[in-house]
């Protein structure tokens, strides 16, 4: 909880998630934001158990929690893709995605990763491989993404020109740039099947 206004709906909504939190379809009481993960890119029918990182090989098929590899020719890396909750930034809706990058960024990532040397002053562009639910089709969105220097997976930022899609209008992008509000935060995790909607509106009350 950082700057929401306190005295809204949308306040006590989200002081009631990041402190007792919200009870969940699925089961679980929810405190606070957590990661939706996508397993696999889309399309993906190699393997779906993930080897170990360290195991990685560049010539035939592989995947593991953070790197894919197609046939020995298409590289993809897990990236987080943030959906910053206005009016509680940084605080952000996160989703781990795959994403294409070229074979030579996708080496040099692995190598400075190995080494430690990761640095957010890289940055290389990368093709989105995944379809988000809650959102028009995603897939091959293009954008940029910046390393991180603690390691943390790299950041994908959508945006300029979209070759691959047309939508270069594509309102993720807009939401990207812009944030999302408590009930749009609220759609996209019932798109992953929970629902919290029913103890959100419950804390609304108090
Ligand atoms: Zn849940």
Wanted: charged letters at 20%; glycine letters at 8%.
């Amino acid at each position: 909880m950082t700057n929401a206004p306190a005295n809204t709906s949308e306040g006590h909504r989200w002081q009631a998630f990041n402190s007792t939190g919200l009870t969940c379809s699925c089961g679980e009481r929810h405190v606070g934001l957590f990661p939706i993960n996508m397993l696999t890119p889309v399309g993906w029918n190699g393997p779906r158990d993930y080897q170990e990182d360290d195991l990685l090989t560049m010539d035939r098929t592989f995947i593991s929690p953070r790197y894919a590899v197609w046939e020995g020719q298409s590289f993809a890396i897990r990236m987080r893709l943030p959906l910053i909750i206005k009016g509680a930034q940084p605080a952000a809706f996160m989703y781990t995605v795959w994403a294409a990058i070229d074979r030579i960024h996708f080496e040099n990532y692995v190598k400075a990763r190995k080494e430690g040397k990761l640095s957010n002053l890289r940055q290389f562009s990368a093709r989105l491989l995944n379809r988000l639910g809650g959102h028009h089709d995603t897939a091959n969105l293009v954008g940029v993404s910046h390393d991180e220097n603690d390691g943390e997976l790299p950041m994908l930022l959508l945006g300029g020109p979209q070759p691959y899609t047309n939508r270069p209008d594509h309102p993720i992008l807009t939401e990207q740039r812009h944030g999302i509000g408590f009930d749009r935060m609220l759609e996209l995790f019932l798109a992953y099947d929970h629902d919290m909607r029913a103890a959100a509106s419950a804390a609304n009350v108090s």
